[in-house]
């Protein structure tokens, strides 16, 4: 852990609101919620974190990534001006996934100096009453440079019994302990001290629109020696909107699946043997995902699920091809 300050004010960025008498110093763990345009999911991603039990002093900090129309904003401060949560809530101007999160980690990194443990839950999200004691113990107990724990679908009543088995909406992994790395940041447990080792900003604008950032991030702190831990009583649940319990969004997720793979594997290229490797991966993706598929359809009789290596072989070639998809680029009201 860093040198304790004991300063008790810290400047905080224009137009931002903080909850009255807020003692940043004291803050062990910041929850970093970005937001954009869903002020009726955060006010229940807030209730969540105000019902946290814990004997860990937290703060939240939203980032709201809507500079016009700024309602996640205004739920933040509807929980932060009367203390009912202690935290920060700003405005990212910059639209877009990947400025959103790095500008929620940079300002818990420089507002609250003491916080060891950055932790991050999305605005579509609920976590259990456990959630953050689970996740900081996890650490402090294992050592572990980071940590995972599981997202689980809360789907409407009416979505089709096949897509609420497929795994784009179910947990990477499923029991307490080490694992080689964590995928995502909906939610995890970030040490200071990774992002004092792989520098800012954390996740590469390069993913803003595509996703991924939080995949590439992970992957580089694996191949930085870095160490990660799941906790399965970290449970969180996802609220799944009308929209993504559809067929065809599921699709679209895998071919976005294998776009992120491949240009992750991209960036990670160094020199000629470093590209062929990714070429013959380009290359195998179609007969691998047809034998992959053939065996999912067997173990599981879905075809939405056995579909799935098949999406994400397209997606891949589709990037090969310079066909990038970007849905986190979010249109214009009107």
Not at 45 to 55: C, F, P
Not at 257 to 271: C, L
Request: proline content about 7%; charged content about 20%.
């Amino acid at each position: 852990m860093s040198p304790m300050r004991t300063d008790r004010t810290v400047a905080m960025p224009p137009g931002a609101v903080a909850s009255p008498g807020l003692d940043a110093a004291a803050v062990r763990a910041v929850a970093v919620v970005p937001t954009f345009r869903r002020p009726a999911m955060l006010a229940e991603t807030l209730a969540s974190l105000a019902a946290q039990r814990t004997a860990v002093r937290f703060a939240v900090l939203v980032v709201e990534n809507d500079a016009v129309g700024r309602e996640g904003f205004g739920v933040a401060a509807s929980w932060l001006t009367p203390g009912t949560l202690a935290g920060v809530a700003l405005v990212e101007p910059r639209q877009g996934n990947v400025h959103a999160i790095n500008a929620g980690f940079a300002a818990a990194l420089a507002h609250f100096p003491n916080a060891e443990h950055l932790l991050m839950i999305d605005d579509d999200e609920i976590a259990s009453a456990g959630w953050l004691d689970a996740m900081v113990a996890g650490a402090e107990a294992s050592g572990a440079d980071i940590v995972g724990g599981p997202v689980v679908p809360r789907f409407r009543e009416d979505a089709p019994g096949l897509l609420r088995r497929h795994p784009v909406f179910w947990p990477s992994h499923d029991s307490t302990g080490p694992v080689p790395m964590i995928y995502g940041t909906g939610n995890c447990l970030i040490r200071r001290r990774v992002f004092e080792r792989l520098g800012q900003p954390a996740l590469d604008p390069r993913f803003n629109f595509l996703g991924g950032g939080d995949l590439d991030f992970f992957t580089r702190a694996k191949r930085a020696g870095l160490r990660s831990h799941w906790v399965q009583e970290a449970l969180i649940s996802e609220t799944v909107p009308g929209e993504r319990a559809r067929f065809g969004w599921v699709l679209k997720r895998g071919l976005r699946i294998g776009s992120i793979n491949r240009a992750v594997e991209v960036k990670q290229t160094d020199g000629l043997a470093g590209r062929l490797k990714v070429l013959s991966k380009d290359v195998a993706i179609v007969p691998l995902a047809l034998f992959r598929a053939v065996g999912q359809l067997a173990a599981t009789r879905n075809p939405l699920v056995a579909m799935h290596p098949l999406a994400v072989s397209f997606g891949r070639l589709m990037a090969a091809a310079g066909i990038e998809q970007q849905p986190y680029r979010a249109k214009d009201k009107g």
